[in-house]
């Protein structure tokens, strides 16, 4: 099975650029160093049929779902419920009206809960006297205890931490999404073994108590050893132009917009 990986967003919660904010990398004209919040898009085939499995609503979703021509989604699974991971998810309602259909949400028991009562509306009828267009979901929660099928594809759930927080990266075939984790337990190193692609957290040099650093990411993919990585929740300490230099061949500073070919 192949898979086409389009990061949609590779910011951090405030994007770059910031508000208010004066510093090189906000007022550079690189567009790749102007950042979304983050998430991601898994596209693959079932029996000649498509399948679009999103990573988290970033809250620029419907900016990124235009940008690139995204009429589909069979499924969004969330690492956690951070408000740039969740926020745009109200504009699913026009990926239901195009399709005719809800669409499937999966994350751990926590996040769902929280969906369920931050996006009250879109559940429960007496929160929408007025009977306004809302998104059409179905929740499903899910834990890191082994593969679930979602959209027609085995996916495993991996526990990493996000600070003090348990969040879930994701793998599928050879490909692994692991964004927010300041570190990555031994039991879940296991499970991201042999990768053809590894997107992971880096974001900046500076230590950070619930992220990666860019040498912290640096080690944990010399351990892991995929054959190709990408660094994602970028700060707006990094310029893009000026790490893309410094860092192994095998290991790219990803940007908006970036499209990654799994092979089978």
């Given at each position: 099975m192949?898979?086409t990986?389009?990061?949609?967003?590779?910011?951090?919660?405030a994007?770059?650029?910031i508000?208010?904010?004066?510093?090189?990398?906000?007022?550079?004209?690189?567009p790749?160093?102007?950042r979304?919040?983050?998430?991601a898009?898994?596209?693959?085939?079932?029996?000649?049929?498509p399948?679009?499995?999103l990573?988290?609503?970033?809250?620029?979703?419907?900016?990124?779902?235009?940008?690139h021509?995204?009429?589909?989604?069979?499924?969004?699974?969330?690492?956690?419920?951070?408000?740039d991971?969740?926020?745009?998810?109200?504009d699913?309602?026009r990926?239901?009206?195009?399709?005719?259909r809800?669409?499937?949400l999966y994350?751990?028991?926590?996040?769902?809960?929280?969906?369920r009562?931050?996006?009250?509306?879109a559940?429960?009828?007496?929160?929408?006297?007025?009977?306004?267009?809302v998104p059409q979901l179905t929740?499903?929660t899910i834990?890191p205890?082994?593969?679930i099928?979602?959209?027609g594809?085995?996916?495993t759930?991996?526990?990493?931490?996000h600070?003090r927080i348990p969040?879930?990266?994701?793998?599928?075939?050879?490909f692994?999404?692991?964004t927010d984790?300041?570190?990555?337990p031994?039991?879940?190193?296991?499970l991201l073994?042999d990768?053809d692609?590894?997107?992971?957290?880096?974001l900046r040099?500076?230590?950070?108590?619930?992220h990666?650093?860019?040498e912290?990411?640096?080690?944990?993919v010399?351990?892991l050893q995929?054959r190709r990585?990408?660094?994602?929740?970028?700060?707006?300490?990094?310029?893009?132009?000026?790490?893309?230099?410094?860092l192994?061949?095998?290991?790219?500073?990803?940007h908006?917009g970036?499209?990654?070919?799994v092979?089978n």
């Amino acid at each position: 099975m192949s898979l086409t990986i389009t990061l949609l967003g590779t910011g951090t919660s405030a994007g770059i650029p910031i508000i208010g904010c004066d510093c090189d990398t906000c007022r550079s004209p690189d567009p790749r160093d102007h950042r979304d919040r983050p998430g991601a898009m898994v596209c693959y085939e079932i029996d000649g049929e498509p399948r679009v499995v999103l990573i988290d609503t970033p809250t620029e979703l419907r900016h990124q779902l235009i940008r690139h021509r995204v009429t589909r989604v069979d499924a969004v699974i969330y690492t956690h419920n951070h408000a740039d991971h969740v926020f745009g998810l109200d504009d699913l309602r026009r990926i239901n009206a195009v399709m005719g259909r809800a669409i499937d949400l999966y994350g751990e028991p926590n996040v769902i809960d929280w969906i369920r009562t931050g996006f009250r509306y879109a559940f429960h009828p007496e929160a929408n006297p007025n009977q306004s267009w809302v998104p059409q979901l179905t929740t499903h929660t899910i834990a890191p205890d082994g593969p679930i099928e979602i959209a027609g594809q085995s996916w495993t759930p991996i526990r990493v931490m996000h600070g003090r927080i348990p969040i879930l990266g994701f793998r599928l075939g050879r490909f692994a999404y692991c964004t927010d984790c300041s570190e990555i337990p031994p039991d879940s190193m296991n499970l991201l073994k042999d990768l053809d692609v590894l997107v992971i957290d880096a974001l900046r040099y500076r230590p950070h108590p619930t992220h990666l650093t860019i040498e912290q990411a640096l080690a944990v993919v010399d351990k892991l050893q995929p054959r190709r990585a990408y660094f994602t929740h970028i700060a707006h300490d990094i310029r893009h132009a000026e790490l893309e230099l410094k860092l192994p061949e095998h290991v790219t500073l990803a940007h908006d917009g970036l499209t990654i070919e799994v092979p089978n």
